[in-house]
């Protein structure tokens, strides 16, 4: 349900519709499947190392063990400060969503509260927050089982009146609108709607049974996945035609025109904009949640590793890294604060600067991996006694790091044809600058080298977050 909850939200909900718009059903459907792909591939890298090593920290431990010390420095920094901002934009989308409901209450009043409660769930222990994700998730996953099945009714006439049949995949330019350009402006926007599937890893240092949840929870990803985003792209694409206005015009405080609150009116269920609203707040919520989840396991693995102050290692009487909470909790008020100061120059630069860490992520994860089977071959260590195998592997983590390149690059695409100005075109790619001068600042500084698959270290024994 963690990895489910991360990969549906609002890149789904209500980012969906413009996809259709801009590529049209046929190429916002395959967009949606090969990223969906992409991602799996990761996961399935991921999900072979987290069974092996389920340890708090995750991919800078993964890192730090096969690739370098310092490699794995700046993978788990540059993790941290990623959902640290963005546990800062969830706040602020929440406070725009309730405005629907209250637009005369302040936005600093909801953030705080919402701010509140997240911290809250995460303090009590690795089971509240546990128990709080599952339930966001089952409201997500259960408005797309319904959202599916109402739209097949329609679909077939059963319910909304008459059934469209084919008719908004063969009118116009449909199934494919504007060719490559509109299919490769939705791959680059698709890969954004699946990040934070990647945090079951970061859960898997303090699961249950690791070996056995974690790979449970891969092999079923990719179906879900299909499920819940394929599904819902094809229902969208057969009742709304892509030259509908509305689809370009859905956002968190225009929910009345998210699609899905579309075919909710057209099947003619009441209040569908108020529902609607109320799910995208679980999904806000549920980013927010897992955010401050994987920041404060990530700012605690750094500290165990001594790549950031020891006072951020130590655990309450409930195993939560209560230091490392409270800090991060202060950057993510800090972050939405930014957002309420002057024209939110400082904070539209913070969420800059992050914008590509997902992708820096996913590219260490497939890297990570190829370098774990390298030292597992180096070190005469069998496959067999892998609680989890990829698949695909070498070509899967190859696969997985040349498209992340690939959408890494597409991020120049549109300033670039649109004429914008250089400062446009290189902005998005901030975060990468920042990233390598982690890295070699680190190697600098210390020295270390690229680990030799031979010496790396494939011992098991290092305690989990949850027996520490």
């Known amino acids: 349900m963690i990895a489910i909850g991360g990969a549906i939200g609002t890149g789904l909900f209500v980012a969906s519709g413009a996809t259709i718009s801009q590529a049209g059903p046929g190429g916002a459907l395959l967009a949606y499947a090969l990223i969906g792909i992409m991602v799996w591939l990761v996961m399935q890298s991921l999900g072979e190392m987290a069974a092996y090593l389920p340890v708090a920290g995750s991919f800078q431990e993964y890192g730090t063990r096969f690739v370098s010390p310092s490699f794995g420095f700046a993978m788990g920094w540059n993790y941290w400060f990623n959902w640290a901002i963005t546990v800062a934009a969830e706040l602020v989308a929440a406070a725009l969503v309730?405005?629907?409901?209250?637009?005369?209450?302040?936005?600093?009043?909801?953030?705080?509260?919402?701010?509140?409660?997240?911290?809250?769930l995460n303090a009590l222990s690795s089971r509240a927050y546990g128990e709080g994700e599952f339930w966001f998730a089952a409201i997500k996953v259960t408005t797309v089982l319904v959202f599916l099945v109402i739209g097949i009714a329609m679909i077939f006439g059963i319910m909304g009146g008459q059934s469209p049949g084919f008719e908004n995949w063969t009118k116009g330019d449909a199934p494919f609108v504007n060719g490559t350009s509109g299919l490769f402006m939705v791959f680059i926007a698709a890969?954004?709607?699946?990040?934070?599937?990647?945090?079951?890893?970061?859960?898997?240092?303090?699961?249950e049974n690791p070996e056995k949840t974690i790979p449970r929870a891969i092999r079923t990803i990719f179906w879900r996945i299909m499920l819940f985003y394929i599904g819902a792209i094809a229902v969208i694409g057969f009742l709304i035609s892509y030259t509908d206005p509305n689809l370009l015009n859905a956002s968190e405080t225009n929910i009345a025109i998210s699609p899905f609150t579309l075919v909710f009116h057209r099947a003619g269920i009441a209040s569908a904009a108020a529902i609607m609203n109320a799910v995208?707040?679980?999904?806000?919520?549920?980013?927010?949640?897992?955010?401050?989840?994987?920041?404060?396991?990530?700012?605690?693995?750094?500290?165990?590793?001594?790549h950031a102050p020891r006072f951020f290692g130590k655990l309450s009487s409930h195993h939560v890294p209560m230091r490392a909470l409270v800090a991060t909790t202060c950057i993510g008020m800090f972050g939405f604060i930014t957002s309420l100061v002057g024209d939110g120059a400082a904070y539209e630069f913070l969420l800059t600067l992050s914008a590509l860490a997902g992708f820096i992520t996913w590219m260490g994860i497939s890297w990570s991996h190829y370098r774990f089977r390298k030292a597992l071959a180096a070190q005469g260590v069998?496959?067999?006694?892998?609680?989890?195998?990829?698949?695909?592997?070498?070509?899967?983590?190859?696969?997985?790091?040349?498209?992340?390149?690939v959408v890494v690059i597409g991020q120049a695409y549109e300033p670039?044809?649109?004429?914008?100005?250089?400062?446009?075109?290189?902005?998005?790619?901030?975060?990468?600058?920042?990233?390598?001068?982690?890295?070699?600042?680190h190697k600098l500084k210390t020295g270390s080298r690229t680990i030799d698959p031979a010496e790396a270290?494939?011992?098991?024994?290092?305690?989990?977050?949850?027996?520490?």
């Open 98 to 120: 309730m405005k629907y409901w209250l637009p005369g209450v302040p936005s600093i009043v909801w953030s705080a509260l919402f701010l509140a409660l997240l911290f809250g």
């Open 191 to 207: 890969s954004y709607a699946f990040q934070g599937t990647e945090l079951v890893g970061v859960a898997a240092g303090e699961a």
């Open 280 to 306: 995208i707040l679980t999904s806000v919520l549920s980013a927010g949640n897992s955010g401050l989840f994987a920041s404060t396991r990530m700012l605690f693995a750094l500290a165990r590793q001594g």
């Open 382 to 405: 069998s496959l067999d006694s892998l609680p989890y195998r990829s698949s695909f592997f070498p070509a899967g983590a190859v696969i997985a790091l040349v498209l992340c390149v």
């Open 416 to 441: 670039v044809t649109s004429g914008e100005g250089l400062f446009s075109v290189l902005a998005p790619y901030l975060g990468i600058p920042c990233f390598f001068a982690l890295w070699f600042g």
């Open 457 to 468: 270290d494939l011992s098991r024994d290092m305690a989990r977050l949850k027996d520490i």
